[in-house]
């Protein structure tokens, strides 16, 4: 009996590969027939349902510029907000407030 199963799946290998064989035989008349079908009736990709599953693209917010809150005498400025600029940071690293009184724009 194993004997048996051992030679239907052989067979079934064999018609396997055979079908396989032909389907690739088979596969470009039909695809070339396709394409001319396509192009004679002008069908897109979307009306084939091909074109409705496309990556989403995430949409990031403008950032919103910040009007400046203080300038040296050179013209740069600093809005207040993030590292404050070696001219307005004390030893420390972070914004004097004698510096920030002093570079203050008037409004």
């Given at each position: 009996m194993a004997n048996e199963l051992e030679k239907l799946?052989?067979?079934q290998k064999d018609v396997e590969?055979?079908?396989e064989e032909l389907k690739?035989?088979?596969r470009e008349p039909v695809i070339a027939e396709i394409r001319q079908k396509i192009a004679q009736f002008g069908i897109t990709a979307k009306e084939l349902g091909f074109a409705g599953k496309t990556a989403k693209v995430?949409?990031?917010k403008p950032v919103?510029?910040?009007?400046?809150?203080?300038a040296n005498e050179e013209g740069k400025t600093w809005s207040g907000?993030?590292?404050p600029p070696l001219w307005i940071a004390?030893?420390?690293?972070?914004?004097?407030?004698k510096l920030k009184k002093k570079?203050?724009?008037?409004?």
């Open positions: 799946l052989a067979q590969a055979k079908i690739r035989k088979e995430i949409a990031f919103k510029s910040v009007a400046p809150i203080y907000r993030g590292k004390g030893p420390d690293g972070k914004a004097s407030e570079y203050l724009i008037a409004k």
